[in-house]
């Protein structure tokens, strides 16, 4: 079983994602980016680490999502970005299905939660990840599949991965915590 803890993942070609993924691979494409995996967790708590329970749930406007919706919407991407990556690296070529991703906040019920909780189990969900993009050979990687009836290769996803969490991270650094 090969072993890509150590191994740098080249950034995926424009064809292997949909356009509207381009911002996220852009922000995973600077470097390691299974390094950007394993320290967005740590990097995250460090971020929020002055966020009381009563603040992380909070929305700044209505249609906003509070600190914790944002960080549960983390969660639930990226468990679903990772079951794309198994399927696409295991060869399965069944189309996959796209997920309105605000139909997901309300029965997450994010809010009646601690931000403590949210991001424990964020950093259980990233080393899940870790551990199966670990075992991907580049044939795995390279392999496609279509989610969101758009191509897309496991490479891709796994920037898309990482660039969803950037994304959401400076997200919050700007708009919510002013910084």
């Known amino acids: 079983m090969p072993d890509n803890a150590g191994m740098l993942i080249q ?31 740590d990097a995250l708590r460090e971020l929020l680490a002055g966020v009381t329970d009563a603040q992380s749930h909070v929305r700044p406007a209505p249609a906003e999502w509070s600190i914790n919706e944002v960080v549960g919407h983390i ?15 295991r060869g399965d070529t069944t189309p996959l299905p796209g997920f309105e991703q605000d139909d997901y906040i309300l029965p997450g019920r994010f809010n009646a939660r601690m931000l403590s909780s949210l991001l424990d189990e964020f950093a259980r969900v990233r080393e899940a990840t870790l551990s199966l993009v670990e075992t991907l050979d580049d044939e795995a990687l390279s392999r496609r599949g279509t989610a969101s009836n758009n191509p897309v290769s496991a490479r891709a996803l796994v920037f898309i991965t990482a660039g969803h969490v950037a994304h959401h991270t400076e997200s919050l650094r700007t708009v919510y915590l002013g910084r």
Do not use: K
């Open 75 to 89: 969660v639930d991407t990226e468990r679903i970005f990772a079951y794309r990556t198994l399927r696409i690296a």
């Open 11 to 41: 950034p995926p070609q424009p064809d292997e994602y949909a356009a509207f993924h381009a911002g996220y691979v852009a922000r995973a494409s600077n470097g390691d980016v299974m390094q950007e995996l394993r320290t967005q967790v």
